[in-house]
């Protein structure tokens, strides 16, 4: 499961290129409905495009309210059996990801990327601190910033060749 939080107000831009200033603009209530209506609606085409539906929406994209927060997220059905679910495997799910996404263009979109991003956001399972040693051991890096960097420059990423950057 993929979650995208965010509250009104805050500065920091989330997975996709659409800005918090943007999804929040000036104006009267009934104009931020509309902006936020249209917004919300963009950020579940984007996330459905980017977890590659590629008619751009699907049942499988969802939304709630929980905490204070409007939650956009994509709930797919698990492909791993539990034996496979541990530490190590989604970490060697993670490093692979790196290149796969380098050479489909959306080199941010990563396995690590998310595991970061998810832990920036206080966003923690059973399986995050296995998971990410698993990818600090395998990458020989000291932070998820340094494996994501070694990673990306074995893929030979460069800003030229992308699409997609945060």
């Known amino acids: 499961m993929l979650a995208a939080p965010f509250r009104e107000g805050e500065e920091r831009q989330q997975w996709s290129d659409v800005?918090?200033?943007?999804?929040?603009?000036?104006?009267?209530?009934?104009?931020?409905?509309?902006t936020l209506k249209k917004n919300v609606s963009s950020?579940?085409?984007?996330?459905?495009?980017?977890?590659?539906?590629t008619k751009g929406s699907?049942?499988?994209?969802?939304?709630?309210?929980?905490?204070?927060?409007?939650?956009i997220y994509a709930d797919f059905d698990s492909v791993l059996t539990p034996e496979q679910l541990n530490g190590?495997?989604?970490?060697?799910?993670?490093i692979a990801s790196v290149e796969q996404c380098v050479r489909s263009g959306h080199a941010f979109n990563?396995?690590?990327?998310?595991?970061?991003?998810?832990?920036?956001w206080g966003i923690a399972t059973p399986l995050t601190a296995q998971y990410t040693?698993?990818?600090l051991q395998g990458t020989q890096c000291n932070t998820l910033?340094?494996?994501?960097?070694?990673?990306?420059?074995?893929?030979?990423?460069s800003p030229q060749n992308t699409t997609g950057a945060h």
């Open 145 to 157: 910033t340094d494996a994501e960097h070694k990673l990306l420059t074995q893929a030979n990423w």
């Open 19 to 34: 800005t918090l200033e943007e999804l929040f603009e000036e104006g009267s209530s009934s104009c931020r409905s509309t």
């Open 88 to 94: 190590p495997n989604l970490a060697a799910y993670a």
């Open 58 to 71: 699907s049942s499988k994209i969802k939304e709630e309210q929980t905490a204070g927060f409007h939650v």
């Open 43 to 53: 950020a579940r085409q984007n996330l459905a495009l980017r977890e590659g539906l």
């Open 133 to 135: 040693n698993a990818i």
């Open 110 to 120: 990563n396995g690590v990327r998310y595991l970061l991003e998810n832990i920036e």
